[in-house]
């Protein structure tokens, strides 16, 4: 099972279970190992997670984080977990940034099993950042997200390699939210520097009441006219194809010879493998006997009734 389908897999009981957990324990024990183990560290040897991880820092001793993870026998990734109700922007990850300046971990994770929250010290040497660098929600997956978290497994685990992707990411969080809370609702700055290019007068506080709504529509309409216009390129794509078919040259394929197609088209085992996989999950609701596949140059396409303008999805397997 690929890595992905594995955190979906996890995710996925996480509506099932989260009325039966009750405390922390039984969320480190549902959620987060399962997660770790994902992650290719096996949680039973203690070589490479250590529970309850003792590293006292100056007066404060005993104190203890709830997982370390090591790699060649140092500490690597410090775990610690809240409960699964808990707000995690309530929660102050105080182990974590005691231990940061004592120990030699550099990814501080701070997890309530459905939100994982990582942090490192790009501010300032072994002290750990105020904010995350990554966030994952389970209930929310975004798959860009999980590819940034296959950096995490044990076998590709590199913290020099880490450190300049956990800087893009911190910075591209922090500017992506930025640009969220200035399209909902302008601020002064940001609509003076769009006002001060296209109006010559003085910015006025009635100026900055009339720009403020001209700048929001302005920002809103750009980006619905953006997306329309990748609509609109993608639809005339499919046109030239349906055209294509059209014409008699429709791309049906031989699932028993698979090699016979026209044009150089070859269908692979793995395509076969994700139609056969499409009728499956589809099975319950659907007559297997209404799924086709179309196999093309750039994808493979998996129809309804055979029908190209019935599209239920293309498998992207012969490109990097």
Not at 71 to 100: M, T, W
Not at 211 to 226: C, V, Y
Not at 228 to 251: C, H, Q, V
């Amino acid at each position: 099972m690929d890595f992905i389908d594995q955190i979906k897999e996890l995710a996925a009981r996480i509506p099932k279970l989260r009325e039966s957990i009750k405390t922390e324990e039984a969320t480190k024990n549902a959620l987060v190992m399962p997660l770790i183990n994902i992650l290719g560290y096996n949680v039973f040897d203690p070589t490479e997670v250590v529970p309850e991880y003792t590293a006292d820092f100056g007066t404060k001793k005993g104190e203890k984080v709830d997982y370390a993870i090591f790699k060649d026998g140092n500490p690597v990734i410090l775990i610690e977990c809240k409960n699964i109700d808990a707000d995690l922007d309530r929660v102050h990850a105080s182990q974590l940034f005691r231990y940061f300046s004592v120990n030699e971990a550099k990814i501080g994770i701070l997890t309530n099993g459905i939100i994982y929250r990582f942090y490192t010290d790009l501010d300032s040497p072994n002290k750990m950042d105020e904010k995350s660098f990554l966030e994952i929600n389970l209930l929310e997956i975004k798959e860009p997200l999980i590819q940034e978290l296959k950096r995490f497994k044990k076998e590709s685990f590199d913290i020099d390699d880490l450190a300049p992707a956990a800087c893009e990411l911190k910075y591209t969080r922090e500017i992506k939210q930025i640009l969220s809370k200035e399209l909902n609702s302008p601020s002064e700055d940001f609509v003076k520097f769009f006002a001060k290019q296209v109006h010559n007068g003085p910015f006025t506080q009635n100026v900055r009441e009339k720009f403020t709504g001209i700048t929001k529509n302005a920002l809103g309409q750009f980006i619905n006219e953006r997306i329309n216009e990748r609509l609109k390129f993608a639809m005339s794509e499919e046109t030239s194809e349906d055209t294509i078919e059209e014409n008699g040259e429709k791309d049906l394929v031989d699932i028993e010879n698979p090699d016979n197609s026209n044009d150089g088209i070859v269908t692979t085992e793995e395509e076969i493998e994700g139609y056969h996989i499409v009728k499956s999950i589809l099975r319950a609701t659907i007559d297997p006997k209404r799924i086709a596949m179309r196999d093309k140059k750039r994808y493979c396409g998996i129809l309804l009734d055979d029908n190209n303008r019935k599209p239920i999805c293309r498998l992207h397997f012969n490109t990097r």
